[in-house]
T-cell receptor, first 113, second 116 residues
Framework: AQSVTQLDSHVSVSEGTPVLLRCNYS??????LFWYVQHPNKGLQLLLKYTSAATLVKGINGFEAEFKKSETSFHLTKPSAHMSDAAEYFC???????????FGTGTRLQVTL | DTAVSQTPKYLVTQMGNDKSIKCEQN?????MYWYKQDSKKFLKIMFS???????INETVPNRFSPKSPDKAHLNLHINSLELGDSAVYFC???????????????FGPGTRLTVL
């Protein structure tokens, strides 16, 4: 079985300050992990993914995430938030042989001036 | 040059009606999916097709019937709509022929279904 826990349902940061969105996963097998972003009334866009290569993964728009097996975590970070980063972020895991993604419950990122 | 497209974008209908949502991808992918996003933004897979063959069928009422006329299209037909069917439905596609766990899934813009 696989599951994902996003530890914060809502994160608020000031523009220009760092972003940290936390994600812990549970899986019986070596997982693939993804972060997707959903802007209001839009579809989901892939930010980055981990598939058992480098543990530090760089994505689009300055985001990156580090896979830590010992902590079963895959936290998403960005050094400096921008107003356009305000959106819903989903941590996603896939450990199965079929491409069955399991989504976390999402973290809403608010960016203030 | 939209990668994954869905029609309609909004769908408002009465309880008991039958409706369809269409999905098309021009990425040449072999696998397509339907997801449901509820009012709390939670996303859950409903179905997955690989080369027109059903490979994932989650616990979904049999009022929902996916149809894949070819590998570029996966439509979702819903019979006897209920209030609880109100949600945003997302179509997605991925490259892998065997549903590899590393495949990236590309999502459509979503269809917001409102049942009155």
């Amino acid at each position: 079985a696989q599951s994902v826990t996003q530890l914060d349902s809502h994160v608020s940061v000031s523009e220009g300050t760092p972003v940290l969105l936390r994600c812990n996963y549970s899986s019986s097998y070596s997982p693939s992990l993804f972060w997707y972003v959903q802007h209001p009334n839009k579809g989901l866009q892939l930010l980055l993914k981990y598939t058992s290569a480098a543990t530090l993964v760089k994505g689009i728009n300055g985001f990156e995430a580090e896979f830590k097996k010992s902590e079963t975590s895959f936290h998403l970070t960005k050094p400096s938030a921008h107003m356009s980063d305000a959106a819903e972020y989903f941590c996603v895991v896939n450990t199965g042989t079929a491409s069955k993604l399991t989504f976390g419950t999402g973290t809403r990122l608010q960016v203030t001036l | 040059d939209t990668a994954v497209s869905q029609t309609p974008k909004y769908l408002v209908t009465q309880m008991g009606n039958d409706k369809s949502i269409k999905c098309e991808q021009n990425l040449g992918h072999d696998t397509m999916y339907w997801y449901k996003q509820d009012s709390k933004k939670f996303l859950k897979i409903m179905f997955s097709y690989n080369n027109k063959e059903l490979i994932i069928n989650e616990t979904v009422p049999n009022r929902f019937s996916p149809k894949s006329p070819d590998k570029a299209h996966l439509n979702l037909h819903i019979n006897s709509l209920e209030l609880g069917d109100s949600a945003v439905y997302f179509c997605a596609s991925s490259h892998g022929t065997s549903g590899a766990r590393t495949d990236t899934q590309y999502f459509g813009p979503g269809t917001r279904l409102t049942v009155l």
